[in-house]
């Protein structure tokens, strides 16, 4: 035989309860089957909730209630087509009912809602749904569970009286019908026969107990989910199905609240080896879970990570513990007579001080016991009376095959630490099957999703993105990863997650990735925002292996990246303003990047898509030194120099890089040789040496007065310089020479010019916009490195910036 478990979802719809009463009869062809069944989904919430309205006398317990009545009509009135079997099933429902409606009204009139009460008032939604389903499955017998699932009162809980009730199932299913139908989760005390419950969730429960008694050939658990997957699929959206998990694993995995499974469950089915099927009912193709002794799956060390919110750490300290016999005895004694559960325990091993585990809602009585127990020890001093943290969340790694592996520890750690991600405390049993540990409740999703993906993720990796910058750079970027997403997907195995984006004015945030094709309409419409918006929308979004793209040219947008690397965001910058600004701040950024182990990398701040910051780099650290850079480092400028001749003037000139899209916005910044300089200055400090802007000598040629004033008045200018230039270039032009801005950094000293160079110049022959810089280096002494293309342009920078993203990815 056997035992088939239907959950709240899968008797909560005409769909699911069609499916339902297939695959049961589809069974039933076979073996005998007892089915047991939960409330409709929502139901036990819903009556829960209903008892409280009565209870503070609010009217609005009726509408509750009649909208149960509505719903479990409506779900007759649609499945069951036989007249007869209807109106049966109508007076036996609106039977229960009206015993129910009775309840309630007496909980409204008198004020006074007993557990006893509650616990009555609970039991009618299996009474409910079974009996629909009993009626819509042909030849099922339908059992009230209470007569023989019997519980006895401990601690002032509610627990099984394994003897009776395993009596009571022999005597009761001593003649299996074809197919049994049983109310899950209710039960009557032994004692005084009131009705009472498992525990939320308890169905689970009864049908295991019936596995085990009629010793099943399965249990199956029929729910809303492909199987017991990695991780609670409403958090991590990637957790897929576990084909495999052992007894051990599964109740580990459930202790720590993977809700699929009540934990109380595994146990009776375990000691008689039957298995657990987990499958679900709207998918029943699909072969779920099986829970069993051995399991061949034996690949990965980690089966799963569960978590459980609303946790409390109490740490019991004081110095009198050290050595001290029994402490933790008298802990754990008083805990449970008091029938508080602990679910983890840490201990140093100095032994003076124990951190206990536990929820919520008993840490008050857990620390009123506690400091009673250790009364006298903390009136003498030698104990320190009871210390709570609330807000917790514990989240435990599961898998048997950890005690084979070395270093699991480690890559958790090392993972959440990389996260910013700090631990509370920990735990980890010497069957080394669990590894548990304490975080705040505000880290939990990014802690469960960092870990997924570094335990699981074999199949992608996932890079969240914040996207600042819509304009020329961040667009063209934003419409690389769009075209690029399908491929890296495939064949690097990444998502590039966009789950941000700004522009000067709004800002669009959505942790699933946000919609690439329509984007600019969401944003128009969104929140207006600012940077200090967007810094704290960015960090509390707490979303893991996140990276922050500057493409942007704000200072204000410069100004929130120490924040960001703060928080663990690496950050990808096409803005030039923060490296290029006072050293002890880019020096700061850079250590505090390596402090948090994520990136800040801005290699298009020189030479867009070139990879000269990325070569230095690679220089210095394979050992060599960099002597001396001379570079053609401005695009723009380039472009102007390069354009220039007998009909264009040098003011058409400017225009044309600026309608080009080489220029900065405000071409005063590259004509002034700010641009140059802030690069000057990037290149040599990564270089090694500590400049600032201020130290680089320039020699500019365009006068200081061009630089006041706005914009306009600059634009009216300019045409006035070019006379004067046509002369200057006419006389190179005669000396068969070209005009070269060259920025040059000799052992620390830096210089920006505008040079006339000649036919025998490697800066001679420098096209359109083009970038060359030459490195001086220990090694390339003679013959000086040079790396040239494209210095400028939105395509190549915004390429630059999706090279950086990758490297972070490919980390
Ligand atoms: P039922 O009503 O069928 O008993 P539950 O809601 O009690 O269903 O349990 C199934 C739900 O458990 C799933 O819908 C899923 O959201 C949640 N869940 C949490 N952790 C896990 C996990 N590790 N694997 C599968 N489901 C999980
Ligand atoms: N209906 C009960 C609950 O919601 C029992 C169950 O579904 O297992 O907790
Ligand atoms: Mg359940």
């Not at 007894?247 to 459930?254: D, G, N």
């Not at 420098?766 to 013959?783: C, F, P």
């Amino acid at each position: 035989m056997k035992v088939l478990k239907f959950g709240g979802t899968s008797v909560g719809s005409v769909k699911s309860i069609l499916s339902l009463k297939k695959i049961v009869e589809n069974e039933a062809k076979h073996q005998p089957v007892v089915v047991v069944v939960s409330a409709l989904g929502g139901i036990t919430d819903k009556l829960i909730a209903t008892s409280k309205l009565a209870l503070k006398h609010d009217d609005g317990w009726k509408t509750e209630f009649d909208d149960m009545v509505d719903r479990h009509h409506k779900m007759i009135d649609t499945i069951i087509t036989d007249t007869k079997k209807r109106e049966d099933l109508f007076n036996t429902v609106d039977a229960l009912f009206e015993q129910l409606r009775s309840i309630y009204f007496g909980v409204y009139l008198i004020h006074d809602l007993s557990e006893k009460s509650q616990d009555a008032i609970v039991s009618y939604g299996e009474r409910l749904s079974s009996n629909i389903v009993a009626t819509l499955i042909g030849g099922a017998k339908w059992y009230d569970a209470r007569n023989f699932i019997k519980t006895e009162r401990k601690n002032g809980k509610h627990v099984l009286d394994n003897e009776l009730t395993n009596k009571l199932v022999l005597d009761t299913f001593d003649n299996l019908p074809r197919v049994s139908l049983v109310p899950g989760f209710i039960s009557r005390d032994r004692d005084t026969d009131e009705t009472t419950n498992l525990g939320r969730g308890g169905s689970d429960y009864t049908a295991a107990i019936l596995a085990a008694v009629l010793d099943a050939e399965v249990l199956e658990i029929w729910t809303d989910v492909d199987g017991f997957m990695t991780a609670d699929p409403r958090i991590i959206k990637t957790a897929y199905t576990i084909n495999e998990l052992s007894y051990i694993e599964a109740m580990e995995l459930c202790n720590f609240g993977a809700k699929v499974i009540y934990p109380p469950t595994i146990y009776p089915v375990c000691i008689k080896n039957i298995p657990i099927r987990v499958k679900n009912t709207f998918n029943p193709e699909n072969p779920g879970t099986i829970i069993k002794q051995e399991v061949e799956d034996n690949r990965k060390p980690i089966k799963g990570i569960s978590s459980i919110g609303g946790t409390a750490l109490i740490t019991v300290t004081g110095l009198s513990m050290v050595g001290v016999i029994g402490v933790n005895r008298r802990i754990f004694s008083k805990l449970a007579a008091h029938g508080i559960s602990v679910f983890m325990v840490s201990q140093a091993s100095s032994e003076n001080s124990t951190s206990i585990g536990v929820r919520e809602q008993d840490v008050a009585a857990a620390v009123e016991v506690l400091n009673d127990e250790f009364a006298a020890e903390i009136e003498d001093g030698a104990m320190f009376p009871m210390h709570a943290e609330c807000g917790l969340a514990t989240i435990a790694i599961v898998g048997e095959n950890m005690k084979h592996a070395a270093g699991i520890a480690g890559k958790l750690f090392g993972t959440l630490g990389r996260s910013g991600i700090s631990v509370i405390a920990c735990a980890q049993g010497a069957s080394e099957t669990n590894i548990s540990f304490v975080v705040k409740a505000e880290f939990l999703r990014k802690s469960l999703n960092v870990l997924h993906d570094s335990f699981f993720l074999s199949e992608y990796k996932v890079l969240n993105l914040f996207i600042c910058g819509v304009g020329t750079v961040g667009g063209k970027l934003i419409e690389q990863i769009k075209k690029q997403y399908e491929e890296l997907k495939e064949r690097n195995r990444l998502k590039l997650n966009v789950v941000g984006i700004a522009s000067s004015r709004n800002a669009i945030f959505n942790r699933d990735g946000l919609d690439l094709e329509n984007f600019h309409d969401e944003l128009k419409r969104s929140e207006p925002s600012t940077p200090e918006r967007l810094r704290d929308a960015v960090i509390n979004m707490n979303i893991f292996n996140s990276v922050f793209v500057d493409c942007t040219a704000s200072k204000d947008i410069a100004m929130l990246y120490q924040s960001f690397l703060e928080h663990n965001i690496s950050v990808v910058a096409a803005n030039k303003i923060a490296a290029s600004s006072d050293y002890d701040s880019y020096l700061r950024l850079k250590t505090t990047a390596l402090a948090r182990g994520v990136k800040f990398r801005f290699e298009t701040n020189v030479g867009a898509g070139l990879p000269i910051i990325g070569t230095i780099n690679d220089l210095r650290n394979s050992g060599d030194k960099i002597l001396k850079i001379e570079a053609v480092l401005s695009g723009t400028l380039n472009f102007i120099f390069n354009e220039i001749s007998a009909d264009v003037p040098f003011s058409e000139t400017v225009l044309r890089a600026k309608e080009q899209g080489y220029s900065e916005p405000d071409p005063r910044i590259d004509l002034s040789g700010t641009d140059v300089v802030r690069k000057l200055v990037i290149l040599s400090r990564e270089a090694g040496y500590k400049v600032e802007q201020a130290d680089v000598e320039k020699h500019l040629f365009v006068p200081d007065e061009y630089f006041e004033g706005s914009l306009e008045d600059f634009w009216e200018r300019l045409p006035r310089l070019n006379a004067d230039f046509e002369k200057r270039r006419k006389q190179l032009e005669a000396e068969g020479k070209r005009w070269r801005f060259v920025a040059t950094m000799e052992g620390g000293k830096t210089n920006v010019a505008l040079k006339a160079v000649d036919r025998n110049h490697p800066f001679y022959n420098l096209e359109g916009s083009n970038n060359i810089v030459l490195l001086t280096t220990d090694r390339y002494k003679a013959y000086p490195m040079q790396i040239q293309g494209y210095g400028a342009g939105a395509g190549v920078t915004a390429a630059g910036v999706f090279a950086n993203i990758m490297s972070i990815a490919n980390i």
